[in-house]
């Protein structure tokens, strides 16, 4: 029945599953019922509504609907901080999503804020080895790069290289394209040789580790080509 909190796991899972072919209308039509649904058998205040309002934000976001998207995950952040304070993981997860909309639309300034904030919350109360605090520190590294503060993205790209143990395929891309966007860092310092460096390191990395050559790589390639 529609009242059956796995039928709206589904509905999620198709308006997700829509939202990464692109179809974002009929994402937003999976994703709105489900938070229909929800409020009427759930509070507003419930986790599982919450990531409703991420997923819903995350869709926007990638329609190029800023204003909406920001508008809905403030209303979880307030959710999260409610509940659970300013110090805990739901609370950061909420931040996070608002910084990837941020950086979606080129806040780049106001990104780095953001994940200033879920940075020192996750290391302070999931610690530095967890999988969401490198997450956080990467999309960090990021947006220190993009709004030109190089000094502290090629500090942050190195620590979440260090430690990436680099156990799995997964983790191994995910290393073989921060050592690409070290290079980047560099080039944008203006210390191209450095950056030179780093750039044959990755690409080195990506043969050796056998990683598929996807449209962030040659994104990232083409950047530093710029350069």
Known sequence: GEGNIYYIEVLNAIGKFYSDMGEYRTASDYYTKAMMLRSAIAEKTSSGYVN????????????????????????????????????????????????????????????????????????????????????????????CRLSGEYDEAISSYNRSIELNTEENYNDKKKADEEKLKMALALFGKGDIKKGNLYFRKAINAYERDKIEKDDIFYENIIECAKY
Request: charged share 35%.
């Open 52 to 143: 409703n309002l991420i997923e819903m934000t995350d869709n926007f976001s990638k329609a190029g609907k800023k204003k909406q998207a920001l508008d809905i995950i403030n209303d979880g952040i307030n959710i999260r901080k409610k509940i659970y304070g300013e110090k805990h993981p739901k609370y950061s997860d909420a931040l996070f999503a608002k910084a990837e909309i941020l950086i979606r639309g080129k806040d780049y300034d106001e990104a780095r804020k953001v994940l200033e904030d879920v940075v020192l919350i996750r290391e302070e109360m999931i610690g530095s080895d967890s999988v969401d605090y490198r997450e956080a520190l990467s999309l960090y590294a990021d947006s």
